[in-house]
């Protein structure tokens, strides 16, 4: 490139041609270095047993995979584990957004694993967009202290389109972690309203954690989550803000009394304490060890430790079934047509639902006749 400044008229003034522009891409990197090893099951299973973090990790990425190999695969290394697995203390903990749910847990995390030792899984579940699918998953964040203890896991998990406060996999996932040695489980599930309560049908103790000026007496009796929590706590309970917190969790203890007695015969316990400030973390963890105690000593603990199974093998019946219509070929053919049936008044959305039902069964019979 030619520079006026180079001519004789700019004699004391010179400019440099320059060097060339490197590329992009680094031309010594070597990319197979960052190939990642792809594990048989039996060292995905052996890895998890040695409680190896890396492999773990990437068995939960399996069991959280769409794909039918992995799908396949995830379903051996989870069979495998489960005679290893059964042996925690799992803790749900719901909230509405802005509870302070992932703050809360890094302090109850660091209490747990100071006066209790053992192991700590952390499985977080961020919402995904209805529009782009993505997720941020960033609850790790907030927990700074617990994040950098070795002697915890912290895995967070995209909900994927799944309702009720938790990812589709996160029970596979539970089992997974009890394998690695694991003996506390927190689940902690997205911002939740009154009616996401699947998160209860995975853990043997529910923590709802309540925010003081949320409602009145009334809004504290509704049916939902609130009738199926085993402890309730108010948190940010400090400066201006105790004489609320106090008056709320007396309002909450009044509308406890309005409901039935829970099949453990547990009442549930209201407390107050913050999070930011680690002010009454051990009260709620002399709560939540007096729970466990007496869910063993009467049996109710082993009982919903089945029933959760139970459960759980409806959900995957119906999970299977909802997978097998929607990858039927003769259905997904048929799909279009019917939508287009149903958007010009051709047919009601019912009419078009049993038409494709009714196809799909009739396949079915087919094929087992043959």
């Known amino acids: ?53 890396t492999i773990l ?14 799908q396949a695969m995830a379903q051996e290394v989870i069979e495998k584990c489960l005679p290893h697995s059964g042996k925690s203390i799992r ?67 995209p909900t994927a ?29 997205v911002g939740v309203g009154q009616s996401e309560t699947a998160c209860h049908s995975m853990v043997d103790f529910f923590l709802l954690i ?10 504290g009796i509704k049916r939902g ?24 969790a007396t309002n909450f203890r009044n509308a406890l009394h309005f409901f039935p007695m829970s099949e453990s015969g547990w009442m549930p316990k209201v407390l ?19 729970y466990i105690d007496f869910v063993k000593q009467n049996g109710f603990f082993e009982y919903r430790r089945n029933e959760q199974s139970k459960y759980w093998m409806y959900e995957t019946i119906n999970e299977q079934l909802k997978n097998s219509f929607y990858h039927n070929l003769l259905v997904e053919n048929m799909l279009q047509e019917a939508e287009r049936s149903v958007l010009k008044g051709e047919q009601t959305s019912f009419a078009a639902a049993g038409m494709l039902l009714d196809t799909y069964f009739k396949q079915l019979k087919t094929e087992n006749k043959n």
């Open 210 to 219: 309540q925010l003081a000026g949320t409602g009145d007496e009334l809004q």
């Open 91 to 157: 803790v749900g903990i719901s909230g509405v957004p802005g509870a302070g749910k992932s703050t809360s847990i890094d302090v109850f995390g660091c209490h747990v694993l100071d006066n209790k030792g053992g192991k700590l899984a952390v499985l977080a579940i961020d919402p995904s967009s209805e529009r782009s699918k993505g997720s941020i998953l960033g609850d790790k964040t907030r927990m700074e202290k617990l994040s950098t203890r070795p002697e915890a896991f912290i895995r967070p998990s």
């Open 1 to 53: 490139m030619e520079h006026p400044e180079n001519s004789e008229e700019y004699k004391g003034l010179t400019v440099n041609s320059g060097v060339e522009q490197p590329a992009i891409i680094n031309p010594y990197l070597n990319r197979r270095r960052f190939r990642r090893r792809v594990y048989s099951v039996a060292e995905m299973v052996e890895g998890i047993l040695k409680g190896d973090v």
């Open 161 to 189: 389109g799944s309702l009720g406060g938790v990812a589709r996999k996160t029970r596979e996932t539970i089992i997974l972690c009890e394998a690695a040695g694991y003996d506390k489980i927190f689940v902690e599930t």
């Open 225 to 248: 989550i609130m009738e199926i929590a085993d402890g309730i706590v108010i948190n940010k309970c400090d400066g201006n803000n105790v004489d609320k917190c106090q008056m709320a």
């Open 272 to 290: 107050c304490y913050s999070g930011f400030y680690a002010l009454g973390i051990k009260e709620v963890w002399d709560m939540i060890y007096q």
């Open 57 to 70: 990790s990437q068995a939960v990425t399996l069991v959280e995979s769409v794909n039918p190999e992995h």
